[in-house]
């Protein structure tokens, strides 16, 4: 074991709190998401020499006292350690914990709340030495050369460090250009993790999650990687790296039974998913995968996507208003989705379409608007939820200057047990107008007797099918019948 260890640690916090999604939260649906920014730059460490440990305690269910002795027998000189927005209160109680414990641990966080906000999040205690600001796999890496040369953070770019009582901030870090360069991900969960901890209510478990790329041109306001950690310029993986992943995959993980690419835009470059069906296809290589998309396939596409593998697409369609899609920067209209839904249903493959509310500009009669949408595009699935706004988004800021956030308090983006909750109003919707209407959103596209009919024939033609649903329904059916609790 080399001598310079590094422990990467999604800290833990409520059981099932799936910290590394773009929303963090307990979810409806049972999600629980890999640590994949966290695998990946462990990848990183270890490829360039450190000694690395992973721990992800909300995914295994440990406690602050078991990875204080996992740390203690490990002995690493560095700590990285995922945060997000709603935990980030528990999150630096657990480094206070564990810098006691260790006075010369030196302690990183990392995740889109700190790169929001690196001085306020060093504020927040003397146990944090410093933040990653962005993109942190070749951070983590000089850092962990700097520390073990003996000198220190100060020429470690993209990082916010304690410099004594003051925070310094260093210089920006590029994004990486070269992602084939990185150690294929899979391969870290090969080495700490059980692919069947995590879950995600579209995708046929167990599930292996990776990513074909980083980035996304698009400028929707609200969305929370592309503004902090990943930039809004796309950045691929090659086709022949992606697709020797899926052999890695098949032949490391053979009771894997889907892959779900975790792209912000899968779709971005239509000839490339394209290629990659076709690479998939021309290997011989028989795994569902499912995928995040724009509204803006055509038929084609979508075909040759569904010959390699594909089963579904999960698609933000968000509002039914074409003036409040206007106002997100969405950068699609209600024409495009139907003609999408219609190219989606020609080809055979399941859409999972998410809707918000409480968009700029919101009433009761847009919300309508959205809920009908819903119900004409007829998606496999769907959620409806107030829109979740995080530090560091245009969103977050259009809130905030018009007083519409109900709270500073990061804890409270989290109702008690664990779920979303609803901190942002409109100019006409208070928080309970627009969960009473999710609610009853949900009510009326799942309980629809159609609906429940085709579902139905589906689970009985299909055992996979049948199995992700009960899973997805134990937890479903119980806030689809009571609703909501509010914070």
Known sequence: MPEFRITFLNPPFLKNYSRPQRSPAVTKSGTLYYPMWLAYACGAAEKAGSGVDLIDAPADGHDEDYVSRRIKQFGPKLLVAETSTPSIHNDVKVMERLKRENPGLFILMVGTHVTALPAESLALSAAVDAVAMGEYDHTVTDLAASLSRGAGPAAVAGIAWRDGEKATTNPRRDFIEELDELPFVSSVYKKFLRIENYFNANAIPPMVTITTSRGCPFP?????????????????????????ELEYIRDNFPHAR???????????????????SGEVIRRGIKMQWIINARADLDYETIRVMKEAGLRLMCVGFESGSQQLLDNISKKTSVDKMEEFMSNARRAGVLVHGCFMVGLPGETKETMRKTLDLACRLNPDTAQFYPIMVYPGTEAYGWYEERGYLSTDDFSKWLTPSGLHNTVIRTESLT????????????????????????KAVRMAADPDEMRRTLRSAKVFLRHLLTGSDVA
């Open 220 to 244: 929707c306001s609200f969305c929370v990687y592309p503004q902090t950690l990943m930039s809004r310029k796309a950045r691929y993986r090659s086709v022949k790296n992606v697709v020797d």
């Open 431 to 454: 928080p309970k107008d627009m969960v009473k209407f999710c609610d009853q959103a949900r009510r009326e596209f799942y309980l629809r007797p159609s609906y429940i009919a085709r």
């Open 258 to 276: 889907s892959i779900f690419f975790e792209d912000d835009t899968f779709s971005i470059n239509k000839k490339r998913c394209a290629e990659i």
